[in-house]
Structures are given as C-alpha cells and as structure tokens.
C-alpha cells in the first residue's frame, strides 16, 4: 500500500509514495520493468510504537488499473494516468516551517486531512526535504501517527500543496520526513530545475 500525491490532469501524469520502491533486504531503488496503480481499500491499520513502525492493511482491487508507473526515482514513483482522478484542484507552494496537514486514508476509501507541524527544512544536493511532527490527537489514537503506507500523503499547508510524507523515524512515531512538491514536480518533468 501507497499513497497517490497529485495527478496531473492537463498532463495525464501522477506521482506518489515521494521515496523509491526499494528492496527490502538491500534498501536499494528496484530497477522498473512495468507497474500500475490501482485503487485500494483500508481494512486495518498495524499501529505503530516506538521500535517498531506500523502499517496500514488494504485490499487492492487489481482488475481496475488507473495508471502505468513509468518511473522509480529517490522523489517517488511516476506514470501515466488511464483515468480522472479523484480530488480537489490545489495550486502548489514552498513547503516551510510551522503547521500544516496531511491527507491520507486510513480507513476505507475516505481520505481526510489530519494536523501536523513543520519542525525543519533541509536544503541539500538532492532536494528541499522537511522533518515533521503528528499532532492530530485521533490520528495519533488509531495509526500512532505516521505508518507504513502513508508515504506519499499530501502536505497541505496555507491551502497549498507543498510536499509528500517519505518516512517515519522508528524510534518515534509520531515523526517524519518529507519532500518538498517542487521536488516531485521536476522528478515527474512538470516543473524545470530553473523554475
């Protein structure tokens, strides 16, 4: 399970998870064949504890294909859409310290929006990434705050969409990382490195 970040409409692209799809043994980026996204259903959710991240459990419904992944990079996965997506129409932003929400689903096929806090940004080499604390109480009460399958989670902050949710510390559930939507935007050929 991964979360869908955005879906061009103008374009037919969309990206998710904001990290590559990675072996589990080796933690290295799998080389892509072929992939596609299909919609899925939250049954349950492993909650997460400090050691020990949680997951979130769901039922793919693999006779309905909404897209072809074309790329695996360290941004997240990218492809072409077969179909409109679902959602709403957001203008993008910079990602900046300060509070903010994320969007995910963590039951059925409802999303929802949840409060988090912007602790830090980091500019480095490979991009503007962000660390960041769960403060939504009922999120915290049923995942423990961030878990497995809710990387990808869109970051909305002042009404825009700034960046995706990438990792959880093990150590502390209730944080994580993310990377800034600018980033996606050029991994996925939208947006130039000089804009």
């Keep these: 399970v991964g979360t869908l970040t955005f879906a061009d409409e103008e374009r037919g692209t969309f990206a998710g998870l904001g990290h590559p799809i990675s072996d589990s043994d ?17 049954t349950g959710c492993s909650k997460g ?11 793919a419904d693999l006779g309905k294909v909404l897209g072809s992944i074309e790329m695996n990079t360290a941004q997240g996965i990218f ?7 679902d959602g709403r129409m957001m203008e993008t932003g910079s990602i900046a310290v ?5 969007v995910s689903t963590i039951n ?8 988090i806090e912007i602790n830090r940004i980091y ?13 939504d109480p009922e999120l915290i009460q049923k995942t423990g705050g961030i878990v497995q399958g809710m ?3 869109p970051i909305i902050q002042n009404g825009k969409l700034v960046g995706a949710v990438t ?8 944080k994580g990382y993310a990377v800034s939507i600018q980033d996606m935007l050029r991994a996925a050929g939208i947006m130039s490195k000089a804009a």
Excluded at 98 to 102: E, F, H, K, L, W
Aim: with cysteine; proline share 4%.
């Design 26 to 42: 080796t933690g290295e980026s799998i080389a892509l064949r072929s992939g596609e996204i299909v919609p899925c259903e939250i």
């Design 79 to 85: 492809g072409q859409a077969y179909v409109s997506m």
């Design 167 to 174: 990792h959880v510390f093990v150590s502390d559930p209730t």
């Design 98 to 102: 300060g509070t903010a929400s994320i």
């Design 123 to 135: 500019r480095e080499a490979d991009g503007t990434h962000a660390m960041l604390s769960v403060t």
């Design 49 to 59: 504890t400090a050691g020990s991240p949680g997951e979130l459990n769901g039922c």
């Design 151 to 153: 990387s990808g989670s």
């Design 108 to 115: 059925g096929r409802d999303s929802r929006e949840y409060a």
